[in-house]
């Protein structure tokens, strides 16, 4: 009986833990990825344009703007790298995370 009761007091932290614990119910598609930002804002902006050469993704919610430039992740101005197809993004206070991992 104690063993049931010990995981699922445990499960949402190792959930946490492995990035799980992210949610991203209202994550907005930008290109082939979802992406969302907490705390939640009560206005977001998005826009995309497809100049020559590759294409632009633009989410600014509150004071986290959040830009996808030919498959190039950066959030408030700094570079996190390339995304792969259909990579998850999410930020929630200042942290990066992709599909679920921290990123610096």
Same mark, same amino acid.
């Given at each position: 009986m104690r063993r049931p009761l010990l995981?699922? +007091?445990? +499960?949402?932290?190792? +959930? &946490? !833990?492995?990035?799980?614990?992210?949610?991203t119910s209202d994550a907005?598609? +930008?290109?082939?990825?979802?992406v969302s930002v907490r705390?939640?804002?009560? @206005?977001? &902006?998005? @826009?995309?344009r497809f100049p020559e050469g590759g !294409?632009?993704?633009?989410?600014?919610?509150?004071?986290?703007?959040v830009t996808i430039r030919n498959e190039e992740l950066l959030v408030n101005g700094k570079s996190y790298g390339k995304l792969g197809e259909g990579d998850a993004v999410h930020v929630e206070s200042g942290a990066v995370f992709v599909n679920g991992k921290r990123k610096e």
């Open positions: 995981t699922l +007091l445990f +499960l949402p932290l190792l +959930l &946490q !833990a492995c990035g799980g614990g992210h949610d907005l598609p +930008l290109g082939t990825h979802k705390p939640r804002c009560t @206005s977001k &902006q998005i @826009s995309n !294409a632009v993704y633009n989410l600014t919610c509150g004071d986290t703007a």
